[in-house]
C-alpha cells in the first residue's frame, strides 16, 4: 500500500538531504544517511458510558478533524501512560467526570487525518461506568454533550470511521 504521507515527507530531519522517500505504508529511508524514520500506530481510547435508563453518552466534538460531529468520549495514550489511565484522564478532561469502572470491549482499526498527516490508530473500546453525571461539563475538545438511546443513533452525524463500527457493535449488542 503507498504511503499517504510521501507527499509531505521530503527532507530527512537526520540530514536535512532531499533524498527521504517513503519505503511503505509506514516508513521513510534516506538515501544519503540511511536514517530510517517510523510513523507507527497511535493509541487511543473510546467509552461507552451509560445513563442508569440505557442512554448513552454522546460528545460534539469541537476542533478537526470532524469539527462539529458527534463521537464518543476519549482520546489519545500520552507517553508512559496506559491506555486505561489515559481514557480516565480524557473523561475528566472533556466531562468532568469519574470513572469507576472499565470494561475492555474491543479494538478497531483507524485513521485519523490532522493537518494534512495521515495517522493509523488503533481505538480501544471500553464500557465505562460513571455514578454521578451531577457536574458533567463540556471542556477540553468537546463543545457539547447529549444522552441518546442506542437505537436512535445516526451514523451519518457522527464523523470518523472507527466510531460508526463501534455504533454497529452497541446497536447489535456485540459485547
Known amino acids: 500500500m503507498k504511503n499517504p504521507n510521501s507527499h509531505l515527507f521530503n527532507f530527512c530531519p537526520r540530514c536535512g538531504e532531499k533524498n527521504f522517500t517513503a519505503v511503505n505504508k509506514k516508513s521513510f529511508q534516506c538515501a544519503e544517511c540511511r536514517f530510517n524514520f ?8 473510546i467509552a461507552l458510558i451509560f445513563t442508569p435508563d440505557n442512554k448513552l453518552l454522546v460528545t460534539r466534538r469541537k476542533y478537526e478533524p470532524a469539527k462539529g460531529s458527534l463521537d464518543f468520549p476519549g ?4 507517553p508512559g501512560e496506559t491506555i486505561e ?3 480516565v484522564r480524557e473523561i475528566k478532561e472533556e466531562l468532568n467526570l469519574d470513572v469507576t469502572k472499565l470494561t475492555y470491549i474491543c479494538s478497531v482499526p483507524n485513521t485519523y487525518q ?7 490508530i488503533t481505538d480501544f473500546i471500553f464500557a465505562c461506568k460513571v455514578e454521578n453525571f451531577d457536574h458533567i461539563l463540556a471542556a477540553d475538545d468537546i463543545c457539547d454533550f447529549e444522552f441518546i438511546f442506542p437505537d436512535l443513533l445516526d451514523k451519518n452525524k457522527f464523523g470518523l470511521d472507527s466510531v460508526k463500527k463501534v455504533i454497529d457493535m452497541v446497536r447489535a449488542n456485540d459485547f
Open 114 to 120: 490532522f493537518k494534512d498527516v495521515t495517522y493509523d
Open 38 to 45: 517510523y510513523l507507527n500506530c497511535a493509541a487511543a481510547a
Open 75 to 78: 482520546g489519545f495514550a500520552d
Open 85 to 87: 489511565e489515559c481514557l
